[in-house]
């Protein structure tokens, strides 16, 4: 690895961060044929047809196709195809599912995309030390399912687990429900392998609690596909609790109920999960999943115990007493699994409820010190009057991650854009706040502007340093995650503030 140069030299900026850079045909074809013969016949994929499902991740607003898609089957054809891009100097953009929401795998206009799709073995569980030793490409609810004999599972639970690979939950550091309890990816993950663009493989981390030197593998932990491509991951499982149930508790007012997640926090109790929805969001998705929300309720906070019987028994009544003091005009308890199942299935389908009322939705994700929440319920109610959207308010209340979900038409002239500012706009109050501009989805393409709100050119400088000390060449998933000083002197020109637009006089791009 490489750690030359100096944090604030402007040269840092890869030159591959530039979004209009295009290759000739004649480049193209030369990459493939290289790629075709590093890999098996069906391992290169280049025709049009065959590159529009990787145009885009799960932001679909965002799109631009590959030169080609590299599907290798072992580690050792990962190497070859991060070594022939290499050569020919074409950026590489690692790819699981594609399930993510910020457009970290969203390719450049010259990048080959590196599914890791193939590399989807468990390569073993061990219950004695309750770890899993798995393939990138593994889906995460896959995890859980082959621990499942030994009663151990997987404890980070993204609401997309069915089809996201552990691949894309390192690179994003995902999250998930119980991950206010059990925490997240990089709470759970023991140990990675993974190979950088000059071919050089690097494990982080282990089997031991802890490690001298560093902690490289929580920086890569979270790093977007910036530094390494990672082939295998070492997992952390736990046991099972025996049984879980969950609290439903209706608020006729957004802010208290945000206030009784504070007090449930204060009062030392750390439910396996802690969620809010306002009206908006219960009522799109009662009609479709009937969970039985409180339709009359301003907000609805499931709180979750698990444990043993007594522990759950104890817990169960704490979270009761807290939430009423705290205001509740109704509570229930889930008294089958059955019942607990179908109090978090409308929770879990938020996102497709919001699908089912509007043509499109921008769910955004920032966090905010918890004591916040009813006054950023407040400001985003502001902002539907200002920008003329709606937006439900989904949360991982308990560690204060938001998910406001801006309704949209994309058909309709200036919609996307007013959606687009809107959700800027979120993200700047979260950072005024004293929060982050993401909770678990990740900064992508998406949130990059962003970033320059939250980050000093100091501290970004800082982070370009990090990245060519792994990848000199800039040439792992460029243009993502972390805004070069140009870019943010631009976003600083033109991004609007608190509503109003500088330089309005100014043509926009
Ligand atoms: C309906 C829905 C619900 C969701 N709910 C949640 C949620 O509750 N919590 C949450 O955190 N997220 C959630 N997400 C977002 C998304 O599922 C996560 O970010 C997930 O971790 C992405 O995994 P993926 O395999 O799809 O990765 P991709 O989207 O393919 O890639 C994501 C990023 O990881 C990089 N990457 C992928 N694999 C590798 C690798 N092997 N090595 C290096 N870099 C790699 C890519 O370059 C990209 O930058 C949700 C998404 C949807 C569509």
């Not at 994003?172 to 990675?192: A, D, R, W």
């Not at 031991?208 to 890569?220: E, F, N, Q, T, V």
Request: charged residues 20%; negative net charge; proline residues 7%.
């Amino acid at each position: 690895m490489h750690a030359n140069g100096h944090p604030h030299d402007s040269h840092h900026e890869p030159a591959w961060s530039d979004p209009e850079r295009t290759l000739s045909p004649a480049a193209v074809s030369a990459v493939v044929e290289r790629l075709r013969g590093a890999l098996p016949a069906d391992g290169v994929l280049a025709s049009q047809e065959e590159l529009r499902p990787y145009e885009c991740d799960g932001l679909a607003a965002f799109r631009c196709p590959p030169i080609a898609v590299a599907l290798p089957r072992t580690e050792a054809e990962v190497r070859d195809v991060l070594l022939t891009c290499r050569a020919l100097d074409i950026p590489v953009v690692a790819r699981g599912a594609g399930t993510g929401l910020s457009g970290g795998a969203m390719p450049h206009p010259c990048s080959v995309v590196l599914s890791l799709a193939r590399l989807n073995r468990i390569l073993g569980v061990d219950p004695v030390a309750r770890t899993a030793r798995v393939q990138p490409g593994v889906r995460n609810l896959e995890v859980s399912e082959a621990a499942a004999p030994y009663g151990l599972y997987y404890a980070p639970d993204p609401s997309s687990q069915i089809a996201c690979t552990i691949g894309g939950n390192v690179a994003e550091n995902s999250g998930g429900v119980h991950c206010l309890k059990y925490g997240l990816t990089v709470h759970n993950v023991l140990g990675i392998r993974g190979y950088t663009i000059d071919g050089e493989m690097i494990e982080l981390g282990g089997g031991a609690l802890d490690g001298p030197g560093l902690d490289l593998l929580a920086l890569a932990i979270g790093s977007e596909g910036l530094l390494l491509v990672v082939t295998e991951v070492l997992v952390k499982l736990l046991p099972r609790p025996p049984l879980a149930r969950v609290v439903m508790a209706s608020y006729d007012d957004v802010g208290k109920a945000g206030e009784a997640v504070a007090a449930i926090i204060a009062a030392g109790i750390i439910p396996a999960g802690l969620e809010m929805m306002d009206r908006k969001a219960t009522a799109a998705v009662e009609p479709f999943v009937k969970a039985g929300y409180d339709l009359s309720a301003a907000a609805i906070l499931l709180a979750e115990a698990d444990g043993t019987a007594d522990e759950v028994t104890e817990e169960i009544q704490e979270i009761e007493r807290v939430l009423r003091n705290a205001g509740a005009t109704a509570i229930a308890v889930s008294g089958s699994e059955r019942e607990r199942l179908r109090f978090w299935s409308g929770r879990k389908n938020a996102f497709p409820a919001a699908g089912r009322v509007s043509p499109d939705y921008y769910c955004m994700d920032g966090t905010i010190p918890r004591k916040n929440v009813g006054h950023v319920l407040k400001a985003i109610e502001a902002m539907e009057e200002r920008y003329g959207l709606r937006c439900m308010n989904v949360f991982h209340a308990g560690d204060g991650n938001l998910h406001p979900l801006i309704l949209f038409d994309a058909n309709r002239s200036g919609e996307w854009d007013r959606a687009d500012h809107f959700g800027a706009e979120i993200l700047e109050l979260c950072v005024q706040l004293g929060g982050t501009i993401t909770g678990e989805h990740g900064v992508g393409i998406e949130k990059i502007n962003s970033m320059c709100v939250q980050f000093s050119p100091a501290e970004r400088a800082a982070f370009f340093a990090i990245k060519n000390a792994f990848d000199p060449h800039g040439l792992l998933n460029p243009g993502k995650a972390i805004p070069t000083l140009r870019r943010c002197a631009e976003y600083g020109k033109m991004h609007i503030r608190h509503g109003a637009l500088p330089h309005p006089d100014l043509p926009r791009f």
